[in-house]
T-cell receptor, first 107, second 115 residues
């Protein structure tokens, strides 16, 4: 079993749609959690950290459920520029990456 | 600098040749990490450094891969006798902390193609 599991997608959604990605992790000792975004084999860029209390950054909302070892990302009002691969990342003693969920937003 | 600088951007090597990749971390970041991303999007951790000391090398293939971070020089990742399966994008990242509490900042990667 992979340490961090994500649905690979692709998720194809129209502009303006709301889309949600989920992720599960296996190591209960994991300390911090992130969503990264990767465009077309470029470097991954930190989108946001994820906290148990939930956190929001504009159209993006992230949530962590430690009991279920589950992380989510919600994107509201999708834009064409949101098209990318979204990587769920978990920190144990180093960052462990999920394989990513591909999002394609169409006009 | 304010970015992680990786060179070269692209590298092509024949099987059996040596490949050497370089990474300059962000100024003030003590930790450097190397990851390998192969076609299926999987990021594999290779090795990390705290300054010039190896911090964690649990992901390094022992036989052909080596890495160094020397004072006042870019860090390097070297692959002796490259194989076809070494073809990947190699990302370097740096961080102020070793625990990744605030995530890492990644360089733009070196795409290695072994032919």
């Amino acid at each position: 079993r992979k340490e961090v599991e994500q649905d690979p997608g692709p998720f194809n959604v129209p502009e303006g749609a709301t889309v949600a990605f989920n992720c599960t992790y296996s190591n209960s000792a994991s300390q911090s959690f992130f969503w990264y975004r990767q465009d077309c084999r470029k470097e991954p860029k930190l989108l946001m950290s994820v906290y148990s209390s939930g956190n929001e950054d504009g159209r993006f909302t992230a949530q962590l459920n430690r009991a279920s070892q589950y992380i989510s990302l919600l994107i509201r009002d999708s834009k064409l520029s949101d098209s990318a691969t979204y990587l769920c990342v978990v920190n144990t003693d180093k960052l462990i990456f999920g394989t990513g969920t591909r999002l394609q937003v169409f006009p | 600098g304010e970015e992680v600088a990786q060179t070269p951007k692209h590298l092509v090597r024949g099987e059996g040749q040596k490949a050497k990749l370089y990474c300059a971390p962000i100024k003030g970041h003590s930790y450097v990490f190397w990851y390998q991303q192969v076609l299926k999007n999987e990021f594999k951790f290779l090795i990390s450094f705290q300054n010039e000391n190896v911090f964690d090398e649990t992901g390094m293939p022992k036989e052909r891969f080596s890495a160094k971070c020397l004072p006042n020089s870019p860090c390097s990742l070297e692959i002796q006798a490259t194989k076809l399966e070494d073809s990947a994008v190699y990302f370097c990242a740096s961080s102020q902390t070793g625990t990744g509490t605030y995530g890492y900042t990644f360089g733009s990667g070196t795409r290695l193609t072994v032919v």
